[in-house]
């Protein structure tokens, strides 16, 4: 084995000589960072040299692609897109593999960024679905494999420059009045839905439906109207055999009175079976169908939801 920092030079080439195993893992210098094989240290640090020698000894090539590709998505994130060009036109890496790592540098991305991902990303973000709650409700098999979909989801919410998740969906269920899911799209955010997990066997729902903070209540819009759909959700453990992987259990309209305050709503929960093929879950989606309107923004707000 090749262990701690890559040799260099004659000693690599003595070591392979030696039956080193060019694919073995080894010391990663980063706190808490995974393994790194020989190539990738030598990646990191531009060796050439030691990389053509170790190309030339039977380095594994996905370990290669393996680095390139984790070097596109830190180019992207970091916002160097000269680097990420370059990786992608001398054919180095691309954005396949974990759909969900894609449109999370494009949800959390700039606009260069996001045009970076429309242009060399999969198909399902160049032609529009562009977020993970609709690829689920799509069926889409490959978002299926994610046995736990990371909930709360919304299908958008508003970018803060300073902070990109002060709006995030996560927001309405932080149990802080001050804090929002805000809906991120241009004009009232109608048809703008957001999903959650419901546990257990809740009565009620309470909203707050607006942003939270007086000041900012009435400048906001206000949510007037919903529908809250209840699905059964299988977390599976087996084999993908069919593309239901959310099925329709209930929907229900819910009115709220323009109040800065939580508004207390019942709620019927169907009690299910257990599925043969995994865990059942209920995921409630609360899609927006009219609302007050702000006096400055057409923004969305949902300061909390609680059910109960
Ligand atoms: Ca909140
Ligand atoms: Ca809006």
Not at 241 to 257: M, V
């Given at each position: 084995m090749?262990?701690?920092?890559?040799?260099?030079?004659?000693r690599?080439k003595?070591?392979?000589?030696?039956?080193?195993?060019?694919?073995s893992?080894?010391f990663?210098?980063l706190?808490?960072?995974?393994?790194?094989?020989?190539?990738e240290?030598?990646l990191s640090r531009?060796?050439?040299a030691l990389?053509?020698?170790?190309?030339e000894?039977?380095?594994?090539r996905?370990?290669v692609?393996?680095?390139?590709r984790?070097?596109?998505?830190?180019?992207?994130?970091?916002k160097?897109?000269?680097?990420?060009?370059t990786l992608?036109?001398e054919?180095?890496?691309?954005l396949?593999?974990d759909?969900?790592?894609?449109l999370?540098?494009y949800?959390?991305?700039s606009?260069?960024v996001r045009?970076?991902i429309?242009?060399?990303?999969?198909?399902?973000?160049?032609?529009?679905?562009?977020n993970?709650?609709?690829?689920?409700?799509a069926?889409?098999t490959e978002?299926a494999?994610?046995v736990?979909?990371?909930?709360?989801l919304?299908?958008?919410?508003?970018?803060?420059?300073?902070?990109?998740?002060?709006?995030?969906p996560?927001?309405?269920?932080?149990?802080d009045l001050?804090?929002?899911?805000v809906e991120?799209?241009?004009g009232d955010?109608?048809?703008q839905?957001?999903?959650?997990?419901?546990e257990?066997?809740?009565k009620?729902?309470s909203?707050v439906?607006g942003?939270?903070?007086k000041?900012?209540y009435k400048t906001n819009?206000?949510?007037k109207?919903?529908t809250?759909?209840?699905?059964?959700?299988?977390?599976l453990?087996?084999?993908?055999?069919s593309?239901t992987?959310?099925?329709?259990?209930?929907?229900?309209?819910l009115?709220f009175?323009?109040?800065l305050k939580y508004?207390?709503?019942?709620?019927?929960?169907p009690?299910?079976?257990?599925?043969?093929?995994?865990?059942t879950?209920?995921?409630?989606v609360?899609e927006?169908i009219?609302?007050?309107p702000?006096t400055k923004?057409d923004?969305?707000?949902?300061?909390?939801?609680?059910?109960?």
């Amino acid at each position: 084995m090749i262990r701690g920092i890559p040799a260099t030079g004659n000693r690599a080439k003595l070591l392979i000589e030696a039956s080193a195993d060019v694919n073995s893992g080894c010391f990663n210098p980063l706190p808490g960072g995974e393994d790194w094989t020989p190539i990738e240290l030598a990646l990191s640090r531009g060796n050439t040299a030691l990389v053509d020698l170790l190309l030339e000894n039977g380095v594994n090539r996905y370990i290669v692609s393996r680095y390139y590709r984790r070097e596109l998505y830190s180019a992207l994130r970091g916002k160097k897109l000269d680097y990420a060009e370059t990786l992608v036109s001398e054919g180095k890496a691309d954005l396949g593999g974990d759909k969900l790592k894609i449109l999370q540098v494009y949800e959390r991305g700039s606009a260069e960024v996001r045009e970076f991902i429309r242009k060399h990303g999969p198909a399902a973000i160049s032609t529009g679905v562009l977020n993970l709650l609709d690829l689920l409700f799509a069926g889409d098999t490959e978002f299926a494999e994610y046995v736990a979909p990371p909930l709360p989801l919304a299908t958008t919410f508003l970018h803060d420059k300073k902070n990109a998740f002060r709006y995030a969906p996560d927001k309405a269920f932080d149990g802080d009045l001050s804090t929002s899911w805000v809906e991120g799209i241009e004009g009232d955010g109608l048809g703008q839905r957001l999903a959650f997990f419901i546990e257990g066997n809740p009565k009620w729902i309470s909203i707050v439906p607006g942003y939270g903070v007086k000041k900012y209540y009435k400048t906001n819009n206000r949510l007037k109207k919903a529908t809250l759909t209840l699905y059964k959700y299988v977390r599976l453990l087996a084999q993908i055999d069919s593309k239901t992987f959310f099925e329709k259990l209930t929907s229900e309209q819910l009115e709220f009175e323009d109040a800065l305050k939580y508004q207390k709503l019942p709620v019927t929960i169907p009690s299910l079976p257990v599925d043969q093929r995994g865990g059942t879950e209920i995921i409630g989606v609360l899609e927006i169908i009219e609302v007050y309107p702000g006096t400055k923004w057409d923004d969305t707000c949902i300061a909390e939801i609680r059910l109960h």
